[in-house]
């Protein structure tokens, strides 16, 4: 982890970590969880972040809204960023709407997706 990286953003899967590595121009850290996790796994994603600014941005879907569940349940400290429903998956949002989505939560993203 690279001392810059205050902040972590948590997504599903590979391609949503992709769309958002390009939008995103500050040092972040993205972690996939790669759909639903167990509890354990939930664990060590936790432990290593629980003093830096962390936001979950999931589908807006059936598998998005539980694993959503369950990071409010278990830490709650996380800031939950949202897409439109209309588009689903975090990969399948037009750039323009995640940048704004990203802007919201302070997380600086590169101009030519505003």
Do not use: W
């Amino acid at each position: 982890m690279n001392e810059q990286e205050e902040k972590v953003i948590i997504v599903e899967g590979a391609s949503d970590k992709q769309k958002v590595k390009e939008i995103v121009k500050e040092h972040v850290e993205i972690i996939c969880t790669n759909g639903t996790i167990s509890l354990t796994k939930l664990d060590e994603i936790i432990d290593p972040l629980l003093h830096r600014d962390v936001y979950v941005l999931v589908d807006a879907d059936k598998a998005g809204e539980k694993l959503r569940k369950l990071f409010i349940r278990e830490f709650p400290e996380a800031e939950h960023l949202y897409i439109d429903r209309m588009y689903k998956e975090v990969a399948c949002a037009p750039g323009k709407h995640l940048a704004s989505v990203l802007l919201s939560a302070n997380i600086d993203v590169h101009a030519e997706y505003l």
